[in-house]
């Protein structure tokens, strides 16, 4: 009795050891791994933008940078007035004949209130192009009609968002190619003076980072402009786009595609092996066969 009580501690003991030992590798495989990411990024050159801020980096170090590049421009005025529609349109919803409760009655008088002295800053506002101006008027007024209604009515109705979006959706879609042609023409004069200035930079071969947030991602405008310049077929190769603002985040996905990247080619022969699921392929082969 006492023999099989001491042999069943054993088998516990060395099951447990072992897989301590499993553990303990992969650990170690996991620091491996973090080290090698950062062995390959160490005085790498690379482009990246936070946001609207493009920096820089030549061998690791930050070598030029500008904060906020649309700032106080036509891009942002454009924006910040288009947003009206994307701040009133969703409240809406599936809510048509609901009755407002009584925080959307108070956010609605406060955002009617910003609306007017909206109205009138536009009235001479240097960053509006004269040709852009009336529109922006019909515009805002439209958004103040469509909110003084649903503050009249207490309630949501629908045959006022269809008015609304019938009478600004041509304004806005306007808006939207102003405010990209604005943003793409600061940033191509940025880029260009960079290539001249670092014409030493082995641009065709550079990295581009992107951070940004989630649902721009599809053909954001950064990774279309990058695309073209420097003949980058996809995104995920050269050219990465990471969902954060975290620069220490966005960073390190960076690193991540580099270093799986030069697994996939050293290890597969296939450079972007490693930027689908390792066990993607024989998934593929087993699931339609899955009873």
Known sequence: MKLKIILSLVFILFENSEQALFEDINEINLNLYAKAKQLDFTNLTYLMINGDSPSLYINGSLADCTFNMTKNTTYDILKEISHLSLSIVPQFGNRCGH???????FDFELLKTKMYTMFAGILTDRLIPDNLRLNQLIFVNESIKIVENMLDKQKFDCSDLRSYVKNSKPILDDNIFQAAFSQLKDLNA???????KYEFVDWQNIYVLLCNSHMPR??????????????????????VYAETDDEHVCRDLLKTHI????????LFNEPMRMHRD??????AQIIPNIN
């Open 99 to 105: 009755k407002l409760s009584k925080d959307q009655i």
């Open 190 to 196: 940025l880029i260009k003076s960079w290539l001249k």
């Open 259 to 266: 270093t799986d990247k030069l697994i996939g080619i050293n």
């Open 218 to 239: 599809n053909k954001h405008i950064f990774v279309q402009y990058f695309q073209n310049l420097f003949s980058v077929g996809f995104e995920g190769d050269r050219l």
């Open 278 to 283: 390792l066990l993607a392929d024989a998934a």
